[in-house]
């Protein structure tokens, strides 16, 4: 075999190894947080999520709250003790949010590829 030949056979052999071993990188999972919202404000916050995941809002006050995203990306609406509004956000950034009856309260969710 010439050395042409078995250079080029060594060059193919050790690019079909590192192909063969290359593992692309794993999308974190898509999960559901759970948050309140209550006379105090909402809780966790802020809320660190991977794209993908979805906000699970739950009005644990006798009031009515709700959510809305201050770039108008999602809206609850008026939200009765015990109810809940989820939203998945698909897109990585950072999404801030106040309650629907107190622009006062106010909340952050920060969407990311890395988590």
């Known amino acids: 075999m010439s050395f042409r030949r ?4 060594a060059v ?15 999308a974190p999972a898509a999960t559901t947080v759970n948050a ?12 660190n999520i991977a794209v993908g995941s979805s906000v699970m809002w739950t ?26 509004y ?3 956000f698909s ?3 950072t999404f801030t949010y106040h309650d629907l009856s107190n622009a006062g309260m106010v909340g952050t969710v920060n969407v990311s590829s890395s988590y």
């Open 6 to 9: 078995l250079t080029f056979a």
């Open 12 to 26: 193919l052999l050790i690019v079909a190894t590192a192909c063969g071993s290359y593992k692309s990188p794993t």
């Open 36 to 47: 309140a919202i209550g006379s105090s404000g909402f809780s966790p916050n802020p809320i």
């Open 59 to 84: 009005n644990n006050d006798s009031s009515m709250h709700g959510v809305v995203a201050d770039n108008g990306a999602f809206r609850s609406g008026a939200l009765a003790m015990g109810a809940q």
């Open 86 to 88: 989820s939203y998945t």
């Open 91 to 93: 897109t990585a950034g």
